[in-house]
């Protein structure tokens, strides 16, 4: 069975681990945390970067940080991960959904304006699969009216747009280190905070609302309970992990980026004949070959599909269901339509991607689904 992710280990890692844990100090901020904290900062220009325990806590923060309340209102798109959105929940925020464009799985820029509001207190985009939003206009909304942006940049390291790196633009940033992202530590994350104002009540909130961070570096003589927070920051074994990978960002990078050509160049044939549709990747983005998509006509052709290269023990995911129409949100939902997101739930499918996936694999791959295509329609 070719699976559709598997985690991939450098070399260093347990090593690292080992010396993480024979330092003598294993909880959060020690040699290795800092580390990538140094490694973030001076690679992307971050102002800040604190590792979290996930994605996930990296928005949570942000919407503790940008003091998010009942009444708040926050723009979001629909096609997306749900934490994207929980984390301004958790808050009280109410949440306003937009569909994607029509280029690729993002936020539709266009669609923004109208939907701001007097309580609208930020846009948090989501670069779908490491391509970039259109960031210009993102800002210059906010901007134009007071709003703060927060870059859900889960899969969008070493990403760029017009040459700036995502995760700098927005007034915060949270990345993910799960391992189904680029660079992992199993569970892992990163909150970016690129506006000055929020760097000291940040480390803070991520140890519990105390002041710890400043008395380890000595700038105050006791440490005490000051705000909110919860406990945000990982082990320093988890980053021990994450320093071994981001050593071998550049190995890693090239080695997807090849991955990610190859499937595109052999399913070309199938996008220029109408069959599927494949990813588009706009002038003022780069790709980071976080994952490898196609869209498929149908619901029912995708099922088909899936099942089809099961059979051929090929393992392909769909992705999002879109959120306005979950569950959960179903009913709180203002009924505005989201075909673009609708239809991303029903069509696109991710093939499988990981930096073991072997050329003699990626064939199978690529010969199945042109022979599901060619020879079954
Ligand atoms: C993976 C992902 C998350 C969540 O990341 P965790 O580290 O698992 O919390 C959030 N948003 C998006 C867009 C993601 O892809």
Redesign the pocket.
């Known amino acids: 069975m070719i699976g559709f992710n598997k985690p991939y280990l450098t070399g260093k890692e347990t090593e690292y681990i080992k010396e993480a844990v024979m330092s003598g100090k294993i909880s959060g901020d020690g040699i290795f945390t800092k580390k990538c904290h140094q490694f973030f900062e001076q690679k992307y220009g971050f102002r800040k970067a604190l590792l979290t325990t ?4 990296a ?1 949570e923060m942000a919407a503790i940080l940008l003091d998010i309340k009942e009444g708040d209102e926050i723009i979001v798109p629909s096609y ?2 749900v ?2 959105v929980n984390a301004f929940m958790l808050r009280g925020a109410k949440i306003v959904f937009v569909d994607s464009g029509k280029d690729n799985p993002n936020i539709d820029v266009e669609l923004i304006e109208k939907l701001i509001t007097p309580n609208t207190k930020a846009i948090v985009p ?1 670069h779908y699969a490491g391509i970039a939003c259109n960031m210009d206009k993102i800002m210059a909304l906010a901007n134009k009216y007071h709003l703060f942006v927060v870059e ?1 940049a ?2 969008a390291i070493d990403s760029f747009y017009k040459g700036k790196p995502l995760g700098s633009i927005g007034h915060l940033a949270a990345f ?3 391992e ?2 680029n660079i992992i530590s199993g ?3 990163m909150l970016v905070i690129n506006d000055e104002r929020f760097v000291e009540r940040a480390e803070i909130i991520r140890e519990k609302g105390t002041n710890r961070s400043a008395f380890f570096r000595g700038e105050i003589d006791k440490y005490g309970w000051v705000d909110i927070g919860s406990s945000f920051l990982p082990s320093d074994i988890i980053a021990a992990f994450l320093y071994a990978q981001i050593e071998n960002l550049d190995d890693i990078q090239n080695k997807r980026k090849h991955i990610w050509n190859t499937y595109y160049n052999s399913l070309r044939h199938l996008e220029e004949t109408g069959r599927i549709k494949l990813p588009s990747i706009p002038d003022y983005a780069t790709n980071n070959a976080h994952m490898f998509y196609i869209i498929c006509s149908n619901v029912h052709e995708r099922s088909d599909l899936i099942k089809y290269l099961k059979e051929n023990d090929i393992n392909v995911v769909f992705h999002y269901l879109s959120l306005h129409k979950s569950p959960f949100y179903i009913d709180k939902h203002d009924g505005r339509e989201m075909p673009v997101s609708d239809e991303l739930t029903d069509c696109l499918v991710r093939l499988p991607f990981y930096y073991e996936l072997t050329q003699e694999q990626q064939k199978i791959i690529i010969r199945k689904i042109k022979e599901y295509y060619y020879d079954k329609n």
């Open positions: 996930s994605c996930t806590d928005l997306t991960f934490s994207t989501v859900d889960a899969q993910s280190f799960h189904t992202k569970e892992g994350g």
